[in-house]
Structure formats: C-alpha cells, structure tokens
C-alpha cells in the first residue's frame, strides 16, 4: 500500500500535524468514551468555512443528541492541505474514521484500497439517489462513497458593481477591464502552485468551457489545441493584471464580500460562505460565460476509512445523514449544492435566494474534476499539470511549450 500512496505524492506517513492531527490521529476510534458510546472522528475541510462550518457542527450535534450509542466529532482541516494530510494518515493505519473528500483523493484512496466498501453497510436501494453524481461513487461495481456534497459552479458577481452579467467570453474579459481600478478588482482567481488543488478547480473551467478535456478516456490530452485555448483564456485575463496577484482564495473571497472583487467562477456551497462574510452584499449568479456549456463540479463524497474499527458505526451515521429530513436541512446548509438525494427547494429558499435554480439546471452539464480513465492517478497528473501552468504565468515559459511538457511528464506518470 506504501507504494501506492507514494504515487499519489504520500511521501510520509506521520501524525505530527498540530492540532488537526489531535483531532485525526484518533481512527482507534470505536474507542468507548466510558459511557458506553462509541466516539468517531468525522474530517472535512468544509468545518473550517466560516459560513458553514458552524452550521454543519450544529447539525452533527442533532445526531449526537438522537441517539446514544454513537457520537461524531468535527475535524476541520484546511482545504489546501486536506487531502495530503488525510490521505498520510489512512495510509499509515490511522485517520478519522469518516472523511468528506474531493474527487481527486477520494478517487486515489479507493484505488489504493483505504476505503471501505459500502455496499453491504448501506442499502442505497432506499433512497432516491441522484444519479448523474453518484455514478462516480461506485468503481467496479463496488461503492466506495456517498455523495455529501455536489455543487456546481457558475459565475458569481457584484450586482451593485455588474448590473448586466456578461454571457460571452469577451464580455467577461471586457467587464473584468473595467471594473479594474483603484483597490477593486474585476476579477479574482487562485494562481499559485501553494493553492494546487484550487488551481486545478479553477483551470478546469477555462479547459472544458473552450471546449477541450485533460483525456479522451485512454489517453491525456493535455495539450490538446482546445485546451491551449482555454489555458490562453485564462493566461490572459491573469496578464491583464485584473485579479489580485498573489491573493490565495480566502484573501480574495474576502474582497469579494467586501465589494472589491467584481466576478468569481465558483461552487454553489460559496452562497452561504459569502453571506456568512457579508450578508448586506448584493450579489447574483448566472452560468459561466464560455463557449462550451460545461463546468465543473465539487463532488465531495463522505466514505469510512479502511482502518476504522467502528465501520458500522460510521455507518449508522451515513445512514442518518441519508433519511430526508436530514438531507433537506444538509442542503440548506450547504446552500445552493444538491446532497446525495433528490430534495425540494422550499419556497422560502427561492425567495430568498432565486438562482439557485442556475445550479440546479447546470447539473447535467457539469463533471467532477478529475481526468476520466485516470481518476486514481488524477492527483499526480493535476501537479504536474498546475507546476507548469503556473510556469507560464510566471514567464518561465510559454504556455504551448508549457503544456507540452506537462503532456510528457503525465504520460510517463501514468504508464
């Protein structure tokens, strides 16, 4: 297993981190409290937003109090760092024993087997899944996750700022000019490898909404004519100097609340983030103005780490976290995601928040980020990737050259 996890850029295994690695180091879980009650770790990255974090520890604490047999703690661990730090940690037998992942992690821990299965723990028979996003939870035809969170990204912008959004590329590029002057900015974007897996979220969009992929399902095609267009999009509006350079995505979605940011591509669990930053801004969405109707999507499976000893357990958890009522109340936390099933928006939720019906209709049009046919070695193919995308940015090489490196470095990677 050692060996796997040292393909995905594991390289240690060690449980030194601070005091998420006091929350997570605890997969012994199962360990009785002394009252009898099963205490388990439950890490996801999504604790640590300020909008929704509190609001998802409020509504594990209605787990805890409904029963007393089981209790789940929250383990924030920050999103730049989570999927390394967790999946460090499962492969050295320990961890939390329940874990909301993105894509890329979930996709390589399952390939490297540090995921439990779940088809005999969870009838999924029972509810009403939705499918486009729960496909990618089962490989094989075993089910390695349930969806948690599935969220969709659109363009988010200042309507006090933005009037008229823009609905084609040069509109966007032309309204991020504008608006750029003084200390506001008219758009704002992740572009430093210390945010990699950030960069990748956002990348993705330009690639696919110019009509490109980072794979035909056998081979990469990184430097595929479409993706040089989509990437050139994307290099020139960083050129233009109209995002804030060097600001990583806490800093500028913190101007964004504040008024100094115009435009950000992003998911739809950013609504409630927003408004918990500001909830006087006046800010609307509307689809990505690309050419191509595709956009990606954070596809957050919640899963039970292999070396729990409380696996059912864990799993008594998912399944409350799967009855209606309970996904009702996660959707409305987490704002303008779908959850694991098919929820009704209530009429109080459009009134006060009328586009949402944008994300839902972007759903069949939107895909995880990873790289279809290598979802396991999609972590590493995204470094190499993101290293040399921001190579160009940084003058250390054009943008072609720099995609066809990238395009021989993940070859070699992936045979």
């Not at 995921?115 to 939705?130: E, H, N, Q, S």
Request: with cysteine.
């Amino acid at each position: 297993m050692s060996n796997k996890l040292a393909r995905f850029g594991v390289a240690r295994a060690t449980c030194a981190l601070g005091l998420a690695a006091a929350l997570l180091t605890g997969c012994g879980s199962g360990d009785d409290s002394g009252d009898g009650v099963t205490e388990l770790t439950f890490a996801a990255s999504t604790f640590g937003d300020p909008g929704r974090g509190p609001l998802l520890t409020k509504w594990l604490d209605e787990f805890n109090q409904g029963q007393d047999e089981v209790r789940v703690s929250a383990a924030a661990v920050p999103y730049p760092t989570f999927g390394q730090t967790v999946l460090t940690q499962m492969g050295s037998g320990k961890g939390p024993d329940l874990v909301r992942f993105d894509m890329p992690e979930f996709e390589a821990a399952a390939d490297a087997g540090l995921i439990a299965p779940l088809d005999k723990m969870i009838d999924v028979g029972k509810y009403d899944l939705l499918k486009q996003p729960d496909q990618f939870m089962v490989h094989d035809g075993v089910r390695h996750g349930v969806i948690f969170e599935a969220s969709n990204y659109a363009m988010f912008y200042n309507a006090d700022l933005i009037p008229t959004p823009p609905t084609t590329y040069e509109q966007f590029t032309a309204t991020a000019k504008s608006l750029t002057k003084g200390d506001v900015f008219g758009l704002a974007f992740r572009q430093t490898e210390a945010e990699e897996a950030g960069v990748w979220q956002d990348i993705f969009n330009y690639v696919y909404g110019f009509g490109g992929a980072w794979s035909d399902g056998k081979n990469l095609t990184i430097n595929s004519p479409e993706n040089l267009k989509g990437l050139q999009a994307y290099k020139d509006l960083y050129d233009a100097n109209v995002i804030p350079r060097g600001a990583d995505a806490a800093t500028f979605r913190r101007m964004f609340a504040e008024g100094k940011v115009g435009m950000e591509l992003n998911n739809g669990g950013y609504v409630t983030a927003t408004r918990g930053q500001n909830a006087q801004l006046n800010f609307s969405v509307a689809p990505i103005p690309f050419p191509v109707r595709k956009q990606g999507a954070i596809l957050a499976p919640i899963v039970i780490n292999e070396a729990s000893e409380a696996k059912d357990e864990a799993a008594t958890f998912i399944r409350w976290a799967l009855e209606p009522q309970n996904q009702v109340k996660l959707q409305e936390i987490l704002g303008a995601s779908s959850v694991a099933t098919t929820t009704q928006r209530s009429a109080e939720s459009l009134k006060a928040t009328p586009f949402l019906t944008v994300f839902d209709g972007l759903t069949e049009t939107s895909l995880p980020q990873i790289v279809l046919g290598f979802e396991a070695k999609t972590p590493d193919i995204r470094k190499v990737v993101v290293q040399n995308v921001i190579a160009s940015l940084q003058g250390k090489a054009d943008l072609k050259s720099a995609l066809d490196r990238a395009q021989q470095q993940a070859t070699e990677l992936v045979r």
